[in-house]
C-alpha cells in the first residue's frame, strides 16, 4: 500500500482499544496514531466497501461540517415552525377580527332598528297631538264634531283667516256659526 505523496512504508494498524464506534454507527474511526512514514495522523473508516484512510484533520472537518448542516437543518426547521404558529395567530386574530365586525354590524342594525322604531313611535305621537289639538278646535269653528283621523278638517281650518267670510262646501261641516262665517282662534 502506498501513502499519499507515493512514499511505500509498511502499515501499522492500531490496536483494538483505539477502535471506536462512530455515533453515526455505520462508521468506525481510529483515533489512535496510525501513520505511513512520515504522515501526519490518519482515520481509518470501516465502509461497506472496505477499508478507508483519510487525514484524521479531514475526517474532523468533514464531521463539523455534518454538525454544522445538522445544526442548520434544525434551525430551519424551528424557524418553518415559528413562521408556521406566527401564520396561524395571524388566522386567529384574522377570524377575531371577521366576528368583531360582524359583532359589531349586527349592533348598527339593532341600532338601526330601534331608531326606526322610535321615529315610528314619535309619528304617531304627533298625529295623535294634531288629532288631539283638532278636535280641540272644532267646538270654537263652530263645528259639532271632527272625526277622528280627519286631517283633512284640520288642514282646511287652518287655510281659512280669521273671521274670513269665505264659506267652505256643506258637505264639509256639519253646521256653520250663526253670523255664517268661520272664527278661526
Known amino acids: 500500500m502506498s501513502a499519499p505523496g507515493g512514499q511505500a512504508d509498511s502499515l501499522r494498524l492500531p490496536s483494538e482499544r483505539h477502535v471506536t464506534m462512530c455515533s453515526r454507527g455505520a462508521k468506525r ?23 478507508r484512510f483519510r487525514p484524521l484533520e479531514e475526517e474532523e472537518e468533514e464531521e463539523e461540517e455534518e454538525e ?25 386574530e384574522e377570524e377575531e377580527e371577521e366576528e368583531e365586525e360582524e359583532e359589531e354590524e349586527e349592533e348598527e342594525e339593532e341600532e338601526e332598528e330601534e331608531e326606526e322604531e322610535e321615529e315610528e313611535e314619535e309619528e304617531e305621537e304627533e298625529e295623535e297631538e294634531e288629532e288631539e289639538e283638532a278636535a280641540a278646535a ?14 283633512f278638517l284640520w288642514s282646511l281650518l287652518r287655510e281659512l283667516h280669521v273671521g274670513s267670510s269665505a264659506h267652505p262646501p256643506a258637505d264639509v261641516f256639519e253646521q256653520r256659526t250663526a253670523s255664517d262665517e268661520i272664527a278661526i282662534c
Request: proline share 5%.
Open 29 to 51: 474511526r481510529d483515533k489512535g496514531s496510525l501513520q505511513f512514514g512520515s504522515c501526519s495522523h490518519l482515520a481509518l473508516r470501516i465502509c461497506p466497501g472496505g477499508l
Open 68 to 92: 454544522e448542516e445538522e445544526e442548520e437543518e434544525e434551525e430551519e426547521e424551528e424557524e418553518e415552525e415559528e413562521e408556521e404558529e406566527e401564520e396561524e395567530e395571524e388566522e386567529e
Open 138 to 151: 272644532a267646538p270654537r269653528a263652530g263645528l259639532t264634531s271632527v272625526p277622528k283621523g280627519s286631517m
